[in-house]
């Protein structure tokens, strides 16, 4: 006997409910934000809009389904089961924090705040849920992912992109390799590298692409090609900044051998969920096999 499909609703804390947390009541919060020159009423009044979002999926789950809500600092440890159809109830970005831990589940992305959110991952509107839930593999967009597997097994999954670096942010040392470039290796010491797909094209990739002002073509969400950046590389004798931008066909990968005490892998801006990798480390980046199944 199969089980009912599960309808799992993926949110996330508010600002509004992050503010009264963190200074105890609504007077509090609405006096630290009129000392900034903001009006609580705007902030509890999003708030408000997200909770009825919710509500109004939430009872949109048929009756026979089962169903679970998950918040955004659980998600890493929240056991998704193959028969779950997960409907992200936020930002764009809380389907990409979501997509990593998925294995083929289609996914629909309500939208909570339309006119502040771009909608490129949440494409649906709160009333939409019904009908999308009945029929969540109707039209589905096969999204590509990036994917980043080190040495000792660790593997790091992400729909945006994936950044090797220091948790500071300030200067790695490693070796850069391309396979479809005859195997071209440079000594390296910068801000790190990113490397993105179509979907993280409309994020922090193009915000590096539009300031280098590449003539690289960003791909598509669908379309199996990624793009790479180093940030800040700096020239030394020991250091080049030959290889510092490219694109990744989906054979083709990024080879980073560590030459610092500590670098980290991240996806999706998600550093609390890293890959921990150390001097003499190798961490392999290409396209990855599993894809975002979006409505």
Known sequence: MSLAPRAVLVHRTTEYEELVARHGTHGQAAFFLASRGRDVGE??????????ALAEVTSAVPPTWRQAQVERSDLDRFLFAPEDVVVVVGQDG??????????????????TDPGRNPGVLVRHRPQDAAKLLTAPDGTVDELTMVEAVADDTQR????????????GHQTARYRLGLDD????VEAQASS?????????????????????????????????????????????PAT?????????????????????????????????DALQLTWGQTLRVGVCGQRLRLA
């Open 156 to 167: 790091l999954v992400a729909l945006n992109e994936i950044y090797l670096g220091t948790p």
């Open 240 to 272: 080049g900044t030959t290889l510092v931008a490219g694109e990744l066909a989906a054979s083709a990968s990024l080879t980073v051998a560590v030459e610092s005490d500590r670098l980290i892998a991240f996806g999706d801006g998600i550093e609390s």
């Open 43 to 52: 902030v509890a009044e999003r708030h408000r809009r997200a909770r009825r």
């Open 94 to 111: 809380l389907v990409a924090n979501v997509a990593k831990y998925l294995t083929g589940q289609p996914v629909i992305g309500i939208d």
């Open 181 to 184: 470039d005859g195997g071209a």
């Open 192 to 236: 790190g590298v990113l490397v993105g797909t179509g979907t993280g094209a409309t994020g922090w990739l193009r915000s590096v692409w539009q300031e280098r002002g590449s003539r690289l073509p960003l791909p598509s969400p669908t379309e199996d090609r990624l793009v790479w950046f180093v940030r800040e590389a700096w020239p030394s």
